[in-house]
């Protein structure tokens, strides 16, 4: 081979790895990721994570096929949630569904372009996550099946059951709760449910298991009942 066509061999080569390199890349399949708020060893967590896997399949999407899932577990924990959410948002993945509020908010803070899918989030609309159910607007949207009249339904069968029972506490962690210190969508309801069947109401704002411990003498005594 000349020396003129050796080099004309080795500069196409030069120039062909770079975009076979980059084709790869554009032509990778979607990757998603999976952030929980319950830990791995959670067997309801695993059992939402493979039926998002098998919705995809019967959809045509197979992991390690077509389509890369990933699947976090932030067990409650704040630093995990910022953790993976940074994670997923750096690498970039092309969608989140994230699992609660709290990671929602989290995921809101880090991206304003990533498609996040909420599934379990009581109150879109007043945290931000969305303008409304009918247009959710921004790149956040998802599934809500909490209605917030529930709560008032809690009270009001806790009496039908203890009937005896003449003071109720709400226990929250306002770091966690869907409307954080205000103690969330269910106390309006909680209140007038409270009110109406003559049930002294406590509510209190719990940020550990050791702070919710100390209600627990009145409920072994029968004095008072949480939920």
């Known amino acids: ?25 554009r032509n990778r399949g ?9 830990a791995e060893t959670d067997p309801v ?19 390690a096929n077509n389509v890369e899932i990933e699947a976090r577990w932030a067990a409650g924990k704040t630093d995990l949630m910022l953790a993976f959410a940074s994670q997923f948002v750096s690498q970039p993945v092309d969608v989140i569904i994230a ?20 599934v379990a ?34 009270v009001e069968l806790l009496r039908e059951i203890a009937p005896s029972v003449k003071r109720a506490s709400m226990l929250f962690n306002p770091e966690t709760a869907n409307a954080g210190g205000g103690g969330g969508i269910y106390l309006k309801s909680i209140e007038t449910a409270a009110r109406d069947t003559g049930t002294e109401l406590i509510v ?14 009145l409920w072994r005594k029968g004095r008072a009942a949480a939920f």
């Open 1 to 25: 081979m000349r020396r003129r066509d050796f080099i004309k061999v080795i500069t196409g080569s030069a120039v062909a790895w770079p975009l076979s390199s980059r084709a790869q890349q």
């Open 30 to 38: 979607p990757k998603i990721g999976i952030i929980l708020n319950s």
């Open 45 to 63: 967590g695993k059992s939402r994570v493979s039926v998002v896997e098998d919705q995809l399949s019967r959809l045509g999407w197979a992991d």
């Open 99 to 118: 699992h609660t509020t709290p990671l929602v908010a989290v995921l809101k803070q880090l991206t304003s372009t990533i498609p996040i899918v909420f």
């Open 121 to 154: 989030v009581a109150d879109p609309i007043g945290p931000g996550f969305v303008k409304s159910f009918d247009y959710p607007g921004g790149n956040i949207t998802g599934f809500t099946n909490i209605e917030e009249t529930m709560g008032g339904k809690w």
């Open 204 to 217: 209190s704002a719990v940020h550990d298991p050791p702070t919710s411990m100390r209600f627990s003498p």
